[in-house]
């Protein structure tokens, strides 16, 4: 009987490291999994802010040329009106320029 319950313990102790090995393997493979579903989400979460902000930069662009095509056409404008507000004194100022010339140099 001795015999018998000692072995009973050892077959007992065997199931219970063979338990603990197997719950080692699984804890093991739980993390291993985690980690990669973890990675793969760092890496989805890497690729969606990329994404973003390469939109955001293509937006703010976008707008930029929008303002920058608004301030150059308002240039134009106001560059065509002055010219054309000079090119109206121009016959005048040339007039005047010819007769200073003529009477400084007494040209007739």
Do not use: C, P
């Not at 490291?17 to 890497?46: C, M, N, Y």
């Not at 973003?52 to 404008?77: D, L, Q």
């Amino acid at each position: 009987m001795v015999e018998n319950l000692a072995q009973n313990l050892r077959d007992q102790e065997s199931a219970a490291k063979e338990i603990v090995a197997k719950a080692k393997a699984e804890a093991a493979r739980t993390v291993a999994e985690a980690r990669g579903i973890s990675e793969q989400e760092v890496k989805v979460a890497r690729q969606k802010t990329h994404r973003r902000f390469r939109e955001e930069i293509v937006a703010a662009e976008k707008e930029a040329e929008g303002k920058a095509t608004a301030i150059v056409t308002e240039g134009k404008e106001k560059a065509d009106a002055h010219y054309r507000a000079a090119s109206s004194q121009v016959e005048d100022i040339s007039d005047w320029i010819v007769k200073e010339v003529m009477a400084t140099y007494g040209v007739s």
